[in-house]
Structures are given as C-alpha cells and as structure tokens.
C-alpha cells in the first residue's frame, strides 16, 4: 500500500519564481490496485510519480511504501516514460534485461526472463533490434517490459501511451489490462485522456491545476476482467457517464485556471 | 614524400592520440562538476580561440625546437574540440535516460558506465573527427621550425625555396590525407555507433 500524507513541493523556476507544483496532496493506493491519475497539464502528476519511484526529493509531506518511508528507487517499484527512455545502443533483449543486469542477475537467467516478457508484449522475433529500428509502439512495449523484467511490485506509468498513435495506443491499453490481469500488480498511471483513466482504473484521481491538490476520486464501476470486451465496456453507461463528469470538472479546472490567470 | 609524409602523421598521431585520450576525459569531469567547469571552461575557450601560429613561439621556448614542441601543439589543437564535444554530448543526455536507470537501481558508477559513456560516444567520435581534421590545418605551423622530414615542413621550406610545384604537391597531399582521414572516421563512427542519428 501507498500511502502519500500532505506532500508539498515547490520548485524554483529558471527566472527566480517558485513554482507551486504539489500543495499538499494526500492520496492512498491500495495493494493490487490500477490507479489513474487525471489533471490538467502541469499540476504535478510527473512530479509525483517521480517521487513515489524515489527519482525526486519533495519539500514537506511522506510517502510510505508498506509502512517504510520512501528514500530512493527500490526494488519494489519500477517506471515506465512518456518517451520510452530506452538505451538506443542495446538491442530489445538488453534493454528488457537491463534492470536484472544491474542486479548482477546472471546472463542465461536474466535472458529467459527477458525472453519470457518479450513474448507477453509480443515481440518475439525482434529481440535483436534496436529501439530506433522500432516504431513508437514497439518501443514502449520494450519499456513495459524493461519495467517489469525487476518484478516489481509496483508500476509507475507516465502517460506511458502518450507518444502513440490512437490504434496503437488501443492495442497497447488493452495488452496492459491483460497483463495486468494476469499479474496483478499496483499500478499507478497517469493519463491525459479521460476515456483511458475509465476504461484501466478501478479507480480515477483528479488534480487540480496548481499547486496539484487531489480535487476527487472517481470509482470505477466496470466489471473486470476488461480486456477482453473494451468495446463493449465503452458504449456502456456507466463509462459513458463517468468520462463525461470527469471533462465537466477537467473543464471547470481549465476555466477557474483562466479566471486566475485573467485576474493576475 | 613518403619520408614527410610518415614523420607528420607520427607527430598527428601522437598529438591527436593524447588528446583522444585526455579530452573525453577531462570534459567528463567538467561536465560532471559544476565546479570543475566553472573552474576550466574560461581557460579551454580561451585555449581555443587561440591561433596555433600564435603559440608555437612559446612552445619552443618551453619544450625546444625538437618533437616534443610539435607534439605539443597538435595536442593543444586537437585537445579542445574533443572536450568540448564531450561536455555537450554529456548535457544533452535526456533526464529520462538516466531516471530510466535509476529507477532500476542503478548506482552512480552504472549510471557512469552503462549511461553516460555511451550516450556521450557520438559526441566524443564526432570531437575526434573535427580535432583530427584541425590537427591537419595546423600541421604546417607545428613544422615551422626544423620541421624537416615533415609534409608541413617541406611544404613550407619548399615554398620560401620558390619551389612552387613543390609546394603545391604537399598542400594537396596534406589535404587529400585530411580528406581521407576523415572519411575513415566518419564510417569508423558509423561501425561504432550505429545507433546514432535514430530514434530515441
Ligand atoms: N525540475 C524542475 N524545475 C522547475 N520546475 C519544475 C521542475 N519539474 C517540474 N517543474 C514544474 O512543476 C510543475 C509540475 O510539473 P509536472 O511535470 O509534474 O506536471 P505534469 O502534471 O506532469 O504535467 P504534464 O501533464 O504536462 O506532463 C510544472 O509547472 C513544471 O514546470
Ligand atoms: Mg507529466
């Protein structure tokens, strides 16, 4: 379980001015749970995942992991980038291992993992490609399982699909529910979309605008296993209903936020 | 011919080589530290905004009239693109690339070896190249003085002898060498990081 009580953090802009990025968010993640996490651009969600991964320093507030304060990477959680951030020198097979080579994972084990994941994210037979051999959705799919080649506990995905084009991006959502259905980890993701926090969440969590704030929590009450019927689940009402409440309150966020910006 | 020829790539050689050598290595500290950079970067773009003809005089007064003084200011020419390459390679490595890494328990020496190095390779071999074909321009000037046997030397002895197709036959035997040097860097970095210009 995740557990984030009253973290703030402040950033000092280039020209001197702080920037308000986290204002006190307070947020539980329970174990096994696909969390997503919605909000409008530049209300700290990259912020606060890097933090949960242990990859930035925050200024007042913690986050627990388990009970155990949060003081660095671990083990137990591991990251999946917008941009992939892949080695563009190693082949898919190395980067999926890398994380185990790190470990000092000896070569023939690390690679039968490796193997075993790169046939989950189906793309066996591209083992010795490149990255840039690759296309976008190739590549996260080699970041997917890079990420979970550590067996980790917890997934942290930011906007993992952003960078796709939309088939893609459908053919890798509903890959990553089926994964996820078999594995079962915690995942916390966040998303721009609206329709992709409803059709993977069990649960969406909205951000203000800054300083990010969680503004409400949005259950989602769709039947699971998903993957196998996304379409279906996405003419339902339910789904129907729920993304149109979250644009409503993404919408009043954006307004409110002009509002401000006109006063200023 | 063959004799210059042979004395001037010694001496490129052993310039350029220590410069390949110490260039990725001291703007791998410089681009490490803050502080060390601070510290070296007035002085290396100093160093480089130098003429090498300006420069020799001095070099002969400090290491003599012998190899060691063109040895020295090859090294001088060549040196600051390999570092300067090697700084710029280092900062633009994407934040991600590292966190990537970090976050899969990566100490700061895996981070170093397994990151950074590569990452900064095509950079490093791009220094190199630009450093090599610098160290052909200045040839001439390392070999000013008692630069016989030496391509650049003879080139210049041969010139104030009014021997001009003399003259003329080493500039472009040193050009085409430049020339062709440069194109067996090019595919050496093509061979070594093929990955280089792709995607991600
Ligand atoms: N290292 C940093 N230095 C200064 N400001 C930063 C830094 N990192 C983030 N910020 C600022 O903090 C705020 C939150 O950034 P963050 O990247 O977490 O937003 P986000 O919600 O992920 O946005 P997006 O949806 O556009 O990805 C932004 O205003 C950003 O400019
Ligand atoms: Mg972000």
């Known amino acids: 379980m995740i557990e984030i009580n009253q973290l703030t953090k402040t950033f000092t802009s280039q020209d001197g001015t702080p920037v308000h990025a986290l204002g006190g968010v307070d947020l539980t993640v329970n174990d096994n749970e696909f969390l997503t996490l919605l909000g409008p651009s530049g209300c700290g969600k990259t912020t606060m995942l890097k933090m949960i991964a242990g990859l930035q320093g925050w200024d007042g507030g913690t986050i627990t992991i388990d009970g155990k304060a949060v003081t660095g990477p671990g083990p137990d959680r591991s990251m999946v980038f917008q941009n992939f951030a892949l080695l563009p020198w190693a082949t898919v097979m190395d980067n999926v291992c890398f994380g185990l080579r790190l470990r000092g994972t000896e070569r023939r084990a690390r690679e039968e993992r490796a193997q075993e994941l790169i046939e989950m994210v189906g793309l066996s037979g591209f083992e010795s490609k490149r990255p840039g051999e690759l296309s976008g959705g190739m590549q996260q799919r080699v970041g997917i399982a890079r990420a979970l080649a550590v067996d980790p506990q917890i997934l942290l995905m930011d906007e993992p699909f952003g960078a796709v084009d939309e088939q893609t991006r459908r053919l890798l959502q509903e890959e990553l529910l089926s994964i996820w259905e078999r594995n079962r980890l915690t995942v916390v993701f966040v998303t721009h979309s609206m329709e992709e926090a409803v059709l993977l969440g069990d649960r969406v969590v909205l951000m203000s605008a800054r300083p990010g704030q969680i503004s409400e929590i949005v259950e989602v009450p769709l039947a699971r296993p998903r993957s196998s019927d996304v379409g279906g689940l996405e003419r339902s009402r339910e789904y129907t209903e729920i993304t149109a409440h979250l644009w409503d309150q993404l919408r009043s966020m954006h307004s409110e936020h002009r509002a401000v910006e006109a006063v200023r | ?200």
Request: proline content about 5%.
């Open chain 2, 1 to 200: 011919m063959w004799e210059h020829l042979l004395a001037s790539f010694r001496r490129i050689g052993v310039g350029v080589g220590c410069a390949i050598v110490l260039g990725p290595l001291v703007g791998f500290l410089m681009g490490r530290s803050r502080w060390v950079n601070s510290l070296t970067e007035p002085y290396l773009n100093f160093l480089r905004a130098l003429p090498p003809l300006g420069y020799i005089g001095l070099l002969i007064v400090w290491f003599g009239i012998g190899d060691l003084s063109k040895y020295w200011l090859l090294f001088l020419a060549a040196f600051p693109p390999i570092a300067i390459s090697t700084i710029n390679g280092m900062r633009g490595i994407r934040a991600d690339r590292i966190q990537a890494a970090e976050s899969m328990g990566a100490n700061s020496w895996q981070i170093t070896t397994h990151v950074i190095l590569p990452s900064t390779l095509p950079d490093i071999l791009s220094g190199i190249r630009i450093a090599t074909g610098f160290a052909w321009t200045t040839v001439v000037a390392a070999e000013l003085n008692n630069g016989i046997p030496g391509i650049g030397g003879l080139a210049y002895v041969s010139g104030t002898q009014l021997q001009t197709a003399l003259t003329i036959a080493c500039i472009m035997v040193i050009g085409l060498c430049a020339v062709a040097l440069d194109t067996a860097l090019k595919y050496l970095a093509q061979l070594l990081v093929p990955w280089h210009g792709k995607a991600s």
